[in-house]
């Protein structure tokens, strides 16, 4: 591992998300891991200092691409594979109806809603997007998960 950026290793990977593991594959999960470094920066200047928390921020979304990839494969959700984000709010039987209600989430927070890992990675990044101000000091926009 370079000095403060995280490697994909994907036998480590699959240890910990064993239900995906079974069918996605080494390439395609590397492929995701690049991915997944370009929601959430992987060097020494990310906003997420702690290389091991960052590991785990990128296996989950990772696991969240990987899931949503799935999710759109076995069509489940609608005719075009999309799942509902938010509570589900009714449900009914005769010619399937489904309604969600994501009237408890930030606009930004629809995509990550989509799958467990997703919200997971949401739910943990919550304190990088607080406004961070140093007094004395200058104030580079930085933007952050």
Do not use: K
Not at 37 to 56: G, H, K, M, Y
Not at 118 to 143: C, K, V
């Amino acid at each position: 591992m370079a000095q403060g950026v995280v490697d994909f290793v994907y036998p480590d990977w699959a240890a910990a998300f064993p239900q995906l593991a079974t069918t996605v594959a080494e390439p395609q999960a590397g492929f995701l891991f690049r991915q997944a470094c370009l929601f959430l920066n992987n060097t020494p200047a990310s906003i997420v200092q702690n290389v091991d928390e960052r590991r785990d921020l990128l296996w989950l979304l990772v696991a969240h691409q990987a899931q949503l990839g799935l999710n759109a494969a076995s069509g489940s959700g609608s005719s075009t594979g999309a799942q509902g984000v938010g509570r589900l709010a009714s449900a009914s039987r005769g010619s399937v109806s489904v309604s969600y209600d994501g009237a408890g989430l930030p606009t930004n927070a629809g995509w990550f809603t989509q799958t467990q890992y997703g919200l997971t990675y949401w739910q943990a990044t919550a304190r990088y997007r607080q406004m961070r101000f140093t007094p004395g000091h200058p104030h580079p926009a930085r933007i952050s998960p």
